[in-house]
């Protein structure tokens, strides 16, 4: 079996559901369900013996090592983080915690329970830590995509606190050989996406007819994938991945945001037509401080040494996510009230517009 954590939120979620729709190999879900993670993202695995939900924190010591012991994974994914920038600005400490700290205590749990593993088991097992392109920090229009070579520039709290995990991850490889995998993934986006990030955020704010708010000039740039590439990306690295090495995911869409945002109201305006065009909801606000440009990804060394490229394309991705959330209304609804509404008057009302 593998011990996933983290499974409850956007991409974790979706990496469960695709891996048991894809096998029969148990997975252990470590959890502690913050803001982001959501029971209801899995669902359809009620009453499956192969998933084994635990709420907990990726921080506990005690915790994480019982469950090595207990279960006796052949692999650990760490999806665990705090993951939305705009939070990591207006409070980092969770991100700190959870990102580095916690990240820093799967690892030696990991190493204690490797150390003591023998034969096959020991040389089978993997860590592997999901990260992200925001480490590599911002490329100017015309630079060269990044590589898994790139220096690290972290320039938000957020990709600094993963920037630290995955400089810890490489340093339990090449201090204590434990076998470790680190993928790094452009902006993804799909079902069960909380509604804080772009994609979801605009779909709600749209079918509200609420102003749909654009950042700065609406030109920044990000690299798109469909979350179901991110998790056959993931399981490709597991099964194939050389331990100690890093790989870049990405979905070959550079998008700047607002190219992104009218798409979203053109697929909305085919599907749920309304009186007015969505895009005349389209706010520009303040920007984000320290606003990364622009984000690419050269994904030429996943591709080359373990054959994997995305299935989805951006516009059949994008129709699909829209047809997700008109489909699941209630999912929504239910995410939607409470912490949320605080979490978007905290973010909007300092940038001028209406939560
Ligand atoms: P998310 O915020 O939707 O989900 C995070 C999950 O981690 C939630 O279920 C939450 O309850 C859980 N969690 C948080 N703190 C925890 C703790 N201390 N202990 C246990 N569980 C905890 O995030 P996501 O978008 O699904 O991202 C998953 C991973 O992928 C993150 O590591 C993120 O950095 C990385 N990533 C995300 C993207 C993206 O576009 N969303 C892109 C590249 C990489
Ligand atoms: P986001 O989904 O927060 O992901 P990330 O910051 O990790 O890339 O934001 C994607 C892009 O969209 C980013 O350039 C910021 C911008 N953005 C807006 O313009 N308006 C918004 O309301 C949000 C949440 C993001």
Not at 92 to 100: D, L, Q, S
Not at 190 to 204: A, D, N, R, S
Request: net charge neutral; hydrophobic share 40%.
């Amino acid at each position: 079996m593998i011990l996933v954590t983290g499974g409850a939120g956007f991409i974790g979620s979706n990496f469960v559901l695709q891996w048991l729709a894809k096998g029969d190999e148990p997975v252990v879900n470590l959890d502690k369900l913050t803001y982001a993670g959501n029971l209801r993202n899995l669902d359809s695995l009620r009453g499956d013996a192969r998933h084994i939900f635990v709420k907990g924190d990726i921080d506990d010591p005690k915790l994480v090592a019982q469950l090595l012991r207990e279960h006796q994974p052949r692999a650990l994914v760490n999806f665990a983080a705090e993951s939305h920038v705009d939070r990591s600005i207006l409070g980092p400490a969770e991100f700190v915690r959870t990102n580095i700290h916690g990240s820093f205590n799967l690892l030696e749990a990991a190493r204690a329970y490797w150390d003591g593993l023998a034969g096959e088991a020991k040389s089978g097992f993997r860590f592997l830590q999901v990260s992200t392109d925001e480490v590599y920090g911002s490329l100017a229009a015309t630079d060269a995509p990044f590589r898994e070579t790139t220096a690290y520039a972290p320039n938000s709290p957020y990709a600094a606190s993963k920037a630290a995990a995955d400089h810890m991850v490489r340093a339990y490889h090449h201090t204590y050989g434990l076998p470790t995998l680190t993928t790094n993934c452009s902006n993804n986006y799909g079902p069960f996406q909380f509604p804080e990030k772009l994609i979801p955020l605009v779909i709600l704010n749209a079918l509200a007819g609420k102003p749909i708010p654009v950042y700065g000039d609406g030109k920044n740039v990000r690299d798109w994938l469909y979350v179901d590439d991110h998790c056959s990306g993931i399981r490709r690295v597991l099964e194939a991945g050389r331990p100690g090495e890093v790989y870049n995911i990405g979905g070959n869409s550079e998008k700047a945001n607002i190219e992104v945002v009218q798409t979203l109201c053109a697929v909305l305006g085919e599907l749920r037509p309304a009186a007015k065009p969505y895009a005349s909801l389209i706010s520009y606000v303040k920007d984000r401080p320290g606003h990364d440009r622009r984000y690419a990804i050269d994904a030429g060394k996943i591709r080359g040494e373990l054959g994997w490229q995305p299935a989805e394309n951006f516009a059949g991705g994008m129709r699909k996510t829209v047809e997700w959330y008109l489909a699941n209304a209630e999912w929504t609804r239910q995410v939607s009230s409470g912490e949320y509404q605080q979490w978007m008057n905290a973010n909007y009302e300092a940038r001028g517009a209406a939560a």
